[in-house]
Each structure stands twice: as structure tokens, then as C-alpha cells.
């Protein structure tokens, strides 16, 4: 798989990097490095997989070691969306033996935690791909790494829903009852919201679909439902509006809900619980 | 257990909670809120837990909401270090309804994820419970949340290694080549650090410990060994130097690494693979 | 015509009203005032129209003076989207009477330039009120300042277009060219884009209209084309999307292209080009 | 004319770039180019004046195509100041397509709207050359884009004011009131302000002209007076102080108001209110 | 002496302390007070002058606690510019004794420099209260702290040079050298200037002062002169500019250079070498 | 001396630099070069030390001219912690001299400042050279400048103790107080604090000494105690910790504290109190 388009201008992808950075160099810097190493001396290192996943967000790493200090170059050896075995090399780093040391652990801690929404993501996606749903991430991310896990999700073969609260309306059950009903809140909505905004309805029961597609709905999100509501709930809508599955879903399940012909499968937890993707640093003789 | 003092100021709380809000609010705002829900309209909602585990950062879950709009009050009703069962209530926010979903997902996400960290270190540290040894974390952290994971692993229990590469010295592998021996390295930071910085080495065989030792370090990390080997350097070091355990410990081998008499067992997984504690915000009627 | 909702959380008003009185006050602060008005000197001003329009943005104005100093007290008298006559007072600030005067003219400066673009807004919106067509900007904004002025169109009455580029798509002659045609660019953006992003295609050419509908386009957008021909536009549409009309429309022009039954009418200037909305501080005896 | 100093260093002229991009670009970047455009797709454009006017900022949208992504080279093909015709090409861009479309709106929302700054500037100087007085700005300026502003002025031949309440102190009828007197105001201020500050002294009547340059007023401020009246103040102040005239002048008073003999002509609109300079950006084939 | 204006706003003012707190708390808060004070440990301690001098800044001092953590509440017992003896109690902080702790060495920092900066002034206002010349301080501050030097400088009875290179010219050596003499760097520089603008020419030799008056010079400093040679530089400039003295003025010689005349004498090193006022901070039993 | 490592990376160090460079430069850049100098004129300079001392920090310095401006380059001619001479030349710069001279006052304020910090260590590291005790600096640094004060520290051949309240326990009167005794407050902090932190204990009396280090302190500090105290201290404790002298040390009484027996001897003057290294900028013909 290609990468998909990486979603930071230069400036703000070093922002991030810089302010991860500083986390871990506070205004000490790296003590044991610049005690032990001299300020001369020259390495080259490598970032290899640990174990097998898909990669995400290279060019992070990348600069977390150009900008921790002088005097290094950095070679990626593979790609973002790339699948890696354990043992395969992703980056190569030379130069400055300090510099390459300061930037070691911010590198790694987003290429680990990228890497590994990137490769559970594709894990679901491969489970559904006998099917043409799509697997979508939610607003379920880590705080301050949400444009970063929505690209991580693409490079795994997954889409993104909305960035946040502002790019799309998702009409909930909160805003039901506060609406007074389905119809309504729809309404209000599709009166007042711009031309280029798509209106999402939840809905809990498949009664409550008429209502929501009478009023125009977009898309409709089955909120945990079973595989067969799920089925029912796409013969009622038959392509009056995007379906989407949510709640719930595992990679067990996942195949199941992709086959009752829903459009869309969201997920949390490729963003808030993935496990870091196991990499290291390996100096070079 | 009660709660470990919080790390942040009131004002760099505020920053790192108002910098997610605007991830999720943008230039927009929150659309759906705003076109469903009248703008003074009232409500009373709970963050309650779907599934057991310790609670972290509470206040930071407070000041999400605080800090979405105008009109909310919140109270807490739980303290971080708590451990709760799926349907405990742990924060009511009441107040203007479009404040309230506005912060919701924010604050449910760092309170997911901090939870997250502190419920698996609680997990660790009851597994060692029967020793003296102490579970910590390492720099293994995810980019822009040190100080708050490493608070989550107070809230669990656990103990904090160092926050970043300036207050401590850690000489590793690399280091030890760099300066030419366990003893070289060692002896130049010595020479150099400050009075109040400890000096940590991490050996790979037993038989480098004597000359760390020698040299001065006050810690010894004992990497990747397995418990009986842990075992013989606990005995060879005999309280010359704290020691600490390192390296692919698990939930199913801490208690044997422990008892290995060690003094401290450093775990990454807890801050960058732990996922997030399940909570929901359920709204009264 | 009630206020549309704000779309800044109070921390992010504060933000943007902060750096603007930076810009006045600079390092040494507001000398005239220090120098010749005593410290605890005591007053009360009215903001006042000195021309009829249309008010946006009054709770900035009020910050502002809040935000310039010590002790004073703001009384909103009217609201945003509200009409005003030359000679209404709309804002009335007592308290010291230097803080007054250093949160003067960063009150004027916003509450003129947005209240501007309410009220240019408003005329258009006037101007079409027979018909069922929408006004709507674009992106064409002043830089820093297009959260705010796409507000002031909402307080005119009028709707927003996207936000930046993120929220939707718009395809252009430079991307169809670049896609190989029409049909191909809105097939591409479909297949990758999200479920919840919609597609606009800008067409130059009546003949254009027909692959775009084919290829799944959400929205039409008749480039600079005069009003009977967007009436044929709209006919060959036929409600299989949403159109809008662009491009070089003025007060004078934009009934009639209202009447051509258009859904939407984007106007780039009552973003960039709208004058002030004259307003002064009057102190009173 | 040639071009004016630039303001700003070369770091604030990126930030503020890039300020403008991120509200543009946001967390999801240019969606559309990037699913319609290829990556590697290369590309040239001109920016082109679509009607007359005086350039300023070229510089600007220079660095917005630079900072926006990666890869493009930038050619200025015309400076600050300088006079364009319809038609006229400024600035050329040529390199990858996705980084000039994602820098396309934030050039031009630059460059428009200082030029538009410098070209009403411009009618103004022009109408007044035949007399010794200069056109000069005032702190009516755009929120974040004073030091801009204040630059496209003197891109038009005109003089910039106070560049905020810091350097210098100009004494108005608010001041006079709470000191009690305009003799009184003065002496205040000479006393206590700095030896390089200067202090002007905004007067509503003829006869409070004699006691503020009795009492060292460095500038006299004529408000909202007519021509005649002017002249004879002109007459009075006889060089013993720098004579400004201010208050509702347009292009069509101003020569009178210059005949007059004043040596500064202050206009708040050709800030506030000028309207955007017309300029495109075109695809070479 | 009473207090000076103070010159930032209250948000200016806290960005400025938070910084501060943010060195001295880094991520890991105040692990001594965390470690032996518990949380809710109350106390009630007082700021102590160890030495005479002039206070300047309490009201930082006071903002230091309230933004180091809960609790706390601030009384001032002095005020700037005021003369204080060994023993003097300047600040009252009671509440939380966590906090207190956690902002001591913060506002400590800030009152202890910048009452130096006061104190040190003081001496010099005070050895030439005799005549009519001011002290004055320089462009010579300490990076990041101008804006609050020069406000210690008025704190101990001197007056401010420019705040920085936009807020006034000032013509030296380099400037006459690159403009080819003085007489046509002054006309350079008021034919472009703003009329707001004073000029000041650095001379080093006697003989320049004629050309820089005739061209229009506003100030002339006199260079690293002796008094007499100053004396006749006063008599020739004779009222037409005001005259500055410049370079190597120490405590025991400024008597001599006010005494020639000059109606300001400028001294760098009351802000860039003026050492602590000492103070501390005493708990109440 | 050779350079010690400087602790900033290049992002943080232009980040300094850049926030000197604006309040001198504000929004209106360098009015009088601009005015004066012609924009492409060319010029070399040379920074020279006017007195004796110690470097630090020449890096900063040659960052502030290259930011200040364009077209400028910078050569290093001496390095930090060298000793100069009055007339030593320190570093070049040649290129645009507009931007020399927009940078140089930002380039001096901190290389004098630095260096001044530097140059008074070094004058108590040289008058304890004949001992084994170490000269170190305190948290009593100028508000924004700790990195930078703590690195021109070890440039005159100082050490560090803690960055900040979070790098190291520091035990005083008040926290003993608070904690009911020494011991106790060295107990509670070792069984709480990370085993990375070393714990120093304050002790106004000598027979506070042994219930510290029985409790475990790692180092001890012997405030105000005269030189013959000191060495009955040193010879208690009897290598058991690590003995630190502090409070009211000076240049005339540092070689008898010293000649005592202590470890570490820290000084607060030497960042809070360093008159200022005398530096110019001198114009090559």
C-alpha cells in the first residue's frame, strides 16, 4: 500500500516534533550523553521492527532527530503504509553520536504509537475485505495526536470520519431528546447548517431510520445493533443514505458486521487502545 | 489509595486541556450542538465507568467541560487513585447543555486514557505486592503527555523514573562503547554531573556490575535477565547500589521478578500500549 | 434577528482579543493615559453607531476593555445581529477610566470591521429575501480573523461556506485538468474522501454539469455565468444537487440571480472588502 | 516608487504565514487536491493583478506557497510599490501542484487586501502632490495585521502614525477633560514622559491652539475642521509645531484640505475600510 | 515616591510569570513540598527586605503564589518605588503552604532584580536631585525582561529612552558613516520618518553639533565626554535640542555630568549590571 | 577551558533569541538604520570584549545577527569558557549592515550578560583551585534565562545543582517544620520520591547532621555556618554523604570554606548578581 497524503505542512510537523522534544530534553538536555559521548563522535543507527506491523509517520522520526540537535542525516528505508517483519530497518540515522541519542526516544515513541494504529487498524481492514465496507476511525483519539492517528488510520487502509465537532454534524440521542424527536433535530439541522455539511443521525432502534431519511439524512449510524438488525436496517434505507456500524465492534466481529451490507465500520479503539508497534534503535559497528 | 499530588499548575492544566479542545472545536465549533439544542437549554449529565479500573486525572476532566463554554459546573465524585466498578459514577457536570457536549469527548478522553495507564499499573503493582519492589515507569511515553502518564502511574501506584533525559544519568550500551567500558563511562559522569544527579548503568551480563559498582553508580538496571540471574546480582550487588529490573516484563512474569529480590521494576507497556479505560457520559433525565 | 451561536470558546475569544491589544499597547502601554489621567480616575462610555448597520461580535468588544486592565464593568445594550440606527448606543463600559481608553480602539476595531461585514452582509441577504436562494461567503477572508467573519456573516444573516480546506471538497478547472476530466476528479475524491465529507465541482460550462451529477457530485457550483443561463443550469439539475452560483455578483446583480432559482449565492467581498461599520466611544458627563 | 522597508524579520513574517495557513489548512489539509491532484503532479502559476492598483506584500505570498508544503520555488516578478495593470503578472510559482493550490488562498488573501491597502493609499498621495503634505495612517487597523497595514501605506507613499499607545502621546478631548485643561495635559505629560516621546494635541477649536504649544506640544491635531479654518490655524501655529488635519476626509477633500496648509493629512479607511486588490492565480499550460 | 503606571496587562503580566513558574516547575511540580508537606498543610509567611532599597514589581511577586497552585491569597505591605530598611515586610502570602513554597523561589527572583534595578537608579536620581537633569536607562536590559526594567527604572525615579529600535532614531557613528555625515543622515531620516518620530544624533566630537542641530535634530547625546566639555556642548546647543549625556557615568561621577548642564544623563548599567535587592521569605509561626 | 555542552537545541535556542529580538525590533523594525543606511549596503564587524573575562554563549550571539535580518554571516573567533582580554576580538560578522545592526544590541545583551555570569564563577572557581571543592549555582536566576545562566555557570567552570523544584529533593527549614523533624522528613521523602532523585537535607546545626544521615540523606547543607563549624561537619559526616557549604560566600571568603572540607560550595551571586561582561561592536573600515 502506497502512503496517503501526510496531513502537516513542514512547520507544523516540526511543532510537534519540538514540543515532544522538549518534553524530554527539558533545559538540561541529555546529561548522560553529553557526559559520556564526545561532542564529535560520529554513529550510524538504525530503526528496526521488533515485531511485524504496518508503518506510520516516518517523516516524524525523521525529523525528531534532525531537530534534537547539529549534525545528522537521515535516510527513511521504507515507507508509511508499508507492512514490516520483525527484524526489517525503517530509518537510518548518521551522524553527530549525541544528537542521533537526543532524538532517540521522542522518535521512536511516535513512530511505536503510530505504527500501532496503523497496523490494528489494518488488521480490521484485511478482516473486511472480501466486503466493501470501509473501516473508520472516530473523535476517540489521544489528546494533541488526533491529525496524526486519523492519518495513521489512512496509512493502515482505513478512512476518516469527522476531525472534530465542526466538519460534519452527527445527531445523537442527546440531541434527539433535546430536539423533541428524530424528525426535528434533522431538521433543524439540514435549516441551518451550510451546503457543505453532511447530517449523520445514530439511531438505537431500526424504527427510528424513517423518520431520520424523511428529514435528510446523509448517512445513518446503527448503533449497536447485531449483525442481522444491521442487515434489516441497509434493506430499509437501500441506498437512501450512507450506513454506518458502530459500537463495540472487535477484530472477531468485525467480518460479520461487514457482511450485512453496511457502508461504514467505526472504530475506537484502532486510535485510544492500540499498543505501540515495537521498534528499536540499532547502532551500527 | 488516595490521590498523588498533581503535577500541573492550574494554568498548565488549562493549557493542555484548552489545546485538545481546540482539536476537537476548531474554528467552527461544535455544528450539531448548535443547530439541535437551544442555546439555554439546561442539563445534568455523569461520566460514569463501563468497566473496573483506577481512576486518573479527574481534574482534568472537570476543566474540559469548564472550559468548552460558558454556564457548567462540575463535581467530582470520585478521587484519582480510586478504583472503580463498571456503573460507578465518578464526575456530574451540570449546567448549559451545549457546554456539556461540547467538552464531552475531551474530557473523556484524557480521562480514558490516563485511567487506562493507571488500571494497568495497578494491575503490576498488586502482582508484587507480597515484595518490597516497586513498579515504574520508564520514557516510554506518549508524545505530548509525560507528565500526565507518569502522574496516572502515581495514581496506580507505581513510582516515576526519571521525566526526561536531563535529571538523571542512564548509561547504556551505546554510552558504555562511546567511553570505552562500564568503569570509563561511569567515572566520567561523575566527574562532570551535578552533586544532586544519580547515576544509573545498565548492564547486559553480571559480570559488568563490579565495575560499575567501582566506578560509583548508584544504580544498577539489570537488563532483559531472567529472575534467576536477577537473582545473583541482587546478591553480588548486596546493597551497594538500587537495582533495577528491565525488559519485557509482563503481567504473568512480574511476581517472579520481583521476588527475585530487585528493587525496582520498570515497565514501558504501562504508558504507551495501555488502553484506555471504557467511561461514558450518561446524561439524567 | 436573534445572535447565532458564537463559535469561540471563552478562552479562545481571550486569545484573539489578547494579541490584538498587544499590537496597541506594545511594551510600554497606553503613555497618553498614564500620563495624564490619574490612576483611580473613574468614567462611563457608550460605544455608539454613527451609522445604520448591522452588529457582530459585541462580546469581543466587551473583552476588550476587560482584558486592557483593572476594573471596569461591561453592559452589552444590544445584540449581535441586531440592527442599529446612526446615533444607537450598543455597549456601555464604566470603571477606570484608563483601562477605558487602552481597550478603545482594539473594541472599535473589531466591532467596526465585523459589524462591516454583518451589514454588507445583510443588504445582500435583503436583497434576496423574495426568493428562497442563500447567502454565503467563501474563503476569501482576512487573514487571522475567519472564524470571526464568518460569524459576522451568520449575524447577517447569511450562511457559511467551508471553513478552509479541510472541511469538504471543492474541485476546480486546475484539479479537473489535473484529474483528467470531471468525471474522473469527482470519482477519485469520492472513492478516498470520508463518508462524511461532501463534494462541490465548480463548473465553467453547462455541458460540464451532466458528468459531474454522473460521477456523484453533492453540489454544483455555476461559475460566473449570467442569470438565464444558471436558470437553465437549474433546470438541468433538476434537484439531483445542491447549486450555487458564484462569481463577480454584486448588490445590484444578486436578485436576479436569486430568481434564477439558484440554492445558494457565495460572495467573496462582504469577507474582504466590506468597510467598516463607523462606531464611536462617547464619555459621559 | 520603490519599495519601503520591510518590517518584519524573516521568523514573524513566517509565523504570521503560517497562521494563516493553519486556519486555512487546519488538521485535515487541502482534501481536495490531495484526492485529485497526483503527488508528484508539477506545476506553473501567476499570480495576476485582475485590476489596477499598488502592490504590497509580495513577499508574503511568496513564503504562504513556500510554507504550505514542500517543494515549490517562487519568483517575484514585481516589488512593494510598484503600479499594475490589469493583467499584470507579479509572482510566479512553479513546482509540485498540491503545495501551490494549498498556498493559493492565503497569497492571495495576503496580497489582496495590503494591496488593496496601498492602492487607495496611493489616490490619496496622488491627489495631494502637488502640495508639501503627506498622507498618513492611524491605529484604525485590522486586528493582527497592524504592522502589515502600516507597511502597505507606505507602499502607497503615505506615512505611518503611532504604530500603538506606546510610542508617543497624543492628547485628546478625554485627556483634556480629566486634567483638567489642554495647558495642564501637556505639562503633565512633558514632565513625565520620556525625552523622545513626543506629544500632539488633538484640538476641536481654534483657541485651544495657543495654550498647547504654550505649553510644548510637538503636533497639533486639527479635528474635523473645515479648509478655511485649517488655513487660519495653519496661520497661527505660524512652524512653531507640525500641523495635522483629521476627521471624515475622502478623496475628494483631501487636495482642499492639503491646499490649506497643514503638514499631515491622517485617514483611518485607507486601513479599515479599503477594499481587496483584485488578483488571481492562473495555470500556465 | 509613589508607584509608577505599571506597564503590562494583567494577562501580559501573568504570561510573564507563568513562564517563570514553568522553568523552576518543569513536569515534575515541586517534589520536595509534595514529598514531606501534606496537602492541605496551611501557613502564613511574609517577604522580608535583608537590605535597604526600592521596591519595584510587588505586584509580580504577589502573582508568582496565586499561579504556582491553589489556595493562596496575597497582601502588599509596601508598594513600588517605595524605600524600604533592612527587616521591612513588603508581602503577606498565606493559605496553602504548598504553594507558597512552590512560588517563593519564582517571586523572589522577579522582586529581588528588579528592586535592584530600582534601588540602583535611586542612587543616582538622588546625587542629582541638585540639579534638573533625569536619569535615564538604555536599550542595555536583560533579554525577555525590558518592558520590566524600565518600569524598575521609574520605580526608583528615573525616565525611559526608547523601548526598543521602533519607538524613536537614534543616529550614531555606523549611521553617520553609511549616510556620508551627519547633516545628511538627519535630513535622511526626518524626510522619511513619521511626524511622530523624534531624531537623536550621537556625537562624539563637539564640532558635529552645529550640522546636527541644522538639519533638524531633536536630541543630541553627547559621548563619552567630560563634564566640561559637556558644560560647553550645553552652552553651544543653547536650548535648540535637548542634550543627553552618554558612556561611562558611574555613582561617583554623575554629580558632576548633571552639573554641566545635560537634561539627561543615561546609564546602562542600572539595567543590565544593577545586583539583587536581597530578600527573603520568613514563615510565621 | 573547552566549551562545556551547550543544553539547547538549535529550535530552542532560536526561540530565545527570537523573543529578545522582537522587543527590540516590535513592529516597526529598526527605524534608523532603515532610514539611514542604504538597504543593500555591505559591512564587517567585529564584537570585542572592552574587559577581561570569561565567554559564554557566543552561539546566541551569532544567532541574533543571523535572525535579524537577511543576507549576514557569522564566525565564531573564540569559544565558550576562554578567558579574552580587554581588545580580544570574539566574533565576526559581515554581510547586510542593516541587519548587523538590527541584531546587534540582542547579540550584546546576552553575550555580556553570559559572560558576566561566567567570568565571576570563574573567579571562585579559580580561588578554590587548590582544593577539591566545587563552585555551583543555586535556582536564583534571572526569570527566563535558567538554561542559559546554569550553562555560562559551567563555562566558568562551575557545576549545577537542580534545574528546577522537579530534578532533586532539597529539604529546608520549613519543610522540616512542616514535617515534624529531620527524620521524619527525610523518611517520608525517600519512601515516596523515585529512586532516581537524590534527597539533601539543610541543617542550620551540627547536631541536626546525624539524624539526616541516618534517615538516609544523600547529601547534607551547611547553611551559614563559619568556616570552623564547617570542617567539624566535613569530619562527622566522614564521607557518609556528599557536604555542601552555602549562604553569604563571597569572593574574599570562598578559599577558607573551601580549605574546610566541603564537597560543593553554591554560590547565588553568580547568576542573580553578575555585573555584565563589557562588549562593543566594532565596524571594520
Not at 508509511?80 to 537510518?92: I, S
Not at 482505513?158 to 440531541?175: A, E, M, S
Request: hydrophobic share 45%; with cysteine.
Amino acid at each position: 500500500m502506497s502512503a496517503p497524503e501526510f496531513p502537516l505542512t513542514p512547520t507544523a510537523l516540526d511543532q510537534t516534533v519540538l514540543a515532544a522534544l522538549a518534553e524530554d530534553l527539558g533545559v538540561a538536555g541529555d546529561l548522560t550523553s553529553n557526559l559520556t559521548i564526545a561532542e564529535d563522535a560520529q554513529a550510524t543507527a538504525t530503526i528496526v521492527a521488533r515485531k511485524p506491523g504496518v508503518l506510520s509517520s516516518l517523516a516524524i522520526a525523521a525529523r525528531a532527530f534532525v531537530l534534537a540537535g547539529e549534525g545528522v542525516t537521515v535516510k527513511a528505508l521504507n515507507s508509511d503504509g508499508g507492512l514490516v517483519e520483525a527484524g526489517t530497518a525503517v530509518l537510518e540515522v548518521s551522524g553527530n553520536a549525541r544528537t542521533i541519542l537526543a532524538g532517540e526516544r521522542t522518535a521512536l515513541n511516535f513512530l511505536g504509537h503510530l505504527s500501532g494504529v496503523a497496523s490494528e487498524t489494518r488488521k480490521l481492514v484485511d478482516a473486511v475485505s472480501h466486503t466493501s465496507a470501509r473501516i473508520c476511525c472516530t473523535r476517540k483519539t489521544t489528546p494533541g495526536l488526533r491529525a496524526l492517528e486519523k492519518y495513521a488510520v489512512r496509512c493502515g487502509g482505513g478512512f476518516n470520519h469527522r476531525f472534530g465537532l465542526g466538519d460534519g454534524v452527527l445527531i445523537k440521542d442527546n440531541h434527539i431528546i433535546a430536539a423533541d424527536g428524530v424528525a426535528a433535530a434533522v431538521e433543524n439541522a439540514k435549516a441551518k447548517a451550510g451546503h457543505m455539511v453532511k447530517i449523520e443521525v445514530e439511531v438505537d432502534h431500526i424504527d427510528q431510520i424513517e423518520s431520520a431519511l424523511g428529514a435528510g439524512a446523509d448517512v445513518i449510524m446503527l448503533d449497536n445493533m447485531d449483525p442481522p438488525t444491521m442487515a434489516r436496517a441497509v434493506q430499509l434505507i437501500a441506498g437512501r443514505a450512507v450506513v454506518e456500524a458502530s459500537g463495540s465492534i472487535t477484530l472477531g466481529t468485525v467480518a460479520a458486521v461487514a457482511e450485512s451490507g453496511v457502508d461504514v465500520i467505526s472504530v475506537g479503539w484502532i486510535t485510544h487502545s492500540a499498543p505501540c508497534l515495537d521498534l528499536g534503535l540499532d547502532f551500527q559497528d
